[in-house]
C-alpha cells in the first residue's frame, strides 16, 4: 500500500542552515561574526561594511546578515543621496571582500570533523523523509545534506548531485562536474527583491546573480503534493520563495515544517501566516494542511513526522 502511493506522493524538502547545525557544524551567523580572523582583519584593514556588520550586526541567523546588508545600502543611500558612484564602487567592493570571507569560513567549518555528532536525528528524520518521492532545495552553501540523496555514491564520492534530486539554490561551495572547489563568486549572497535599494546598490539582490534562478524551481514546486521545510527562518531575506510556497495555487497540498525550539516556531508561524495571507482560508479554502513540528525535541519530533507520513501514505 505504501509503495504504491510513494510515487504520487511527490515532495520538496527544503534545507536550511538548521541542517548543518543539527550536524555539530559551527555555521551559524553569530559563530561567523564571533570567529572569522578575515572579517576582523578587513574591518581592521579600512573595509567599512564589515565593520559595520562587527558593530551593528547581531544573531543567529543569516537573515540578520542580509537584513543587516540591506540596512547597510539604504544608510549609504542616506548619507551620500541616491546614485552616488564612488561610494556605491567602494560598497561593492566591500561587499566582494565579505562574500569571500563567508566562504572561507564556511569552507574550513564544514570541513572540521565533528564529535559525537549530532547528525544521528537528521538521519532518522531523513529516513522517515525518504519514504516520499523527494527532492531537496538546499539554500545552504555547503554540501553535507548531499550525504542524504539516495544516489550518494555518484561522483565516487559520498555526496550526490544528482540535480534531479538536490538542488543547491544559492550555490555551493564544491563543484562535483570539474571535481574541484568553487569560489566564492559562486556562491548567492544578498536580499530578496522586496527589500528594495537604490539602482546603483542592485548587485546586492539574489535575483540579479548569475546562478540565482528561481523560474525552473517554482514550476517544480507547484508539481509537488508535500513541502518539509527544516532548519529555514523562513525570513524576508528568502520572501521570494516562501511567497510562491505558500501562494494561492497551492491546493491539497500537505507542509510539515520545522521550527527548533518554541521562540523559532512561533516566528516561523508568523512569518508562514505572512505569505499566506491568512492561515484559516489557506486550510479551509484551499484545502491545505500545515504541520509545525518542535525538533528541539527529538523523540517528539520523530514520531510526529512518522504520524504525519503514515497518514500520507495510508490509502483513504
Known amino acids: 500500500m505504501e509503495q504504491n502511493n510513494k510515487a504520487t506522493l511527490k515532495a520538496m524538502i527544503f534545507i536550511g542552515n538548521g541542517f548543518d547545525v543539527a550536524h555539530g557544524y559551527k555555521t551559524k551567523y553569530s559563530e561567523f561574526y564571533a570567529n572569522s580572523f578575515e572579517l576582523k582583519e578587513l574591518a581592521s584593514d579600512g573595509n567599512v561594511l ?23 545600502s539604504k544608510s549609504l543611500t542616506l548619507k551620500y543621496g541616491e546614485g552616488d558612484k564612488k561610494s556605491s564602487t567602494i560598497f561593492k567592493q566591500e561587499f566582494s571582500e565579505l562574500r569571500s570571507a563567508l566562504f572561507n569560513y564556511l569552507k574550513k567549518a564544514s570541513n572540521v570533523s565533528v564529535m559525537n555528532n549530532p547528525g544521528y536525528f537528521v538521519g532518522e528524520l531523513s529516513k522517515e523523509w ?47 562536474e570539474r571535481g574541484i572547489d568553487n569560489t566564492a563568486a559562486d556562491i548567492v549572497l544578498g536580499i530578496d527583491d522586496s527589500q528594495k535599494v537604490e539602482l546603483l546598490h542592485s548587485f546586492l539582490y539574489k535575483t540579479l546573480q548569475n546562478i540565482y534562478d528561481i523560474t525552473d524551481l517554482v514550476g517544480a514546486m507547484e508539481e ?27 491546493q491539497n497540498k500537505t507542509y510539515i515544517i520545522y521550527g527548533h525550539g518554541n521562540d523559532a516556531l512561533e ?21 491545505n494542511i500545515i504541520h509545525f513540528i518542535d525538533d528541539s525535541i527529538q523523540r517528539k519530533a520523530m514520531l510526529e513526522t512518522k504520524k504525519v507520513i503514515d497518514g500520507l501514505l495510508t490509502t483513504k
Open 267 to 287: 516566528s516561523i508561524k508568523g512569518y508562514a501566516m505572512e505569505y499566506t495571507g491568512g492561515r484559516y482560508n489557506f486550510q479551509t479554502e484551499n484545502h
Open 224 to 250: 509537488k503534493n508535500v513541502y518539509i521545510v527544516f532548519g529555514c527562518s523562513m525570513g524576508p531575506s528568502d520572501h521570494n520563495y516562501f511567497r510562491t510556497l505558500f501562494g494561492g495555487n497551492m
Open 50 to 72: 564589515c565593520q559595520h556588520i562587527l558593530d551593528n550586526v547581531k544573531g543567529d541567523l543569516w537573515q540578520d546578515l542580509e537584513c543587516g546588508l540591506y540596512e547597510y
Open 130 to 176: 525518504a519514504r516520499l518521492d523527494y527532492q531537496i532545495v538546499s539554500f545552504n552553501y555547503t554540501p553535507i545534506v548531499a550525504a542524504y540523496t539516495t544516489d550518494a555514491s555518484l561522483y565516487s564520492s559520498n555526496l550526490s548531485f544528482n540535480k534531479d534530486r538536490i538542488i543547491y539554490q544559492h550555490g555551493c561551495m564544491y563543484n562535483p
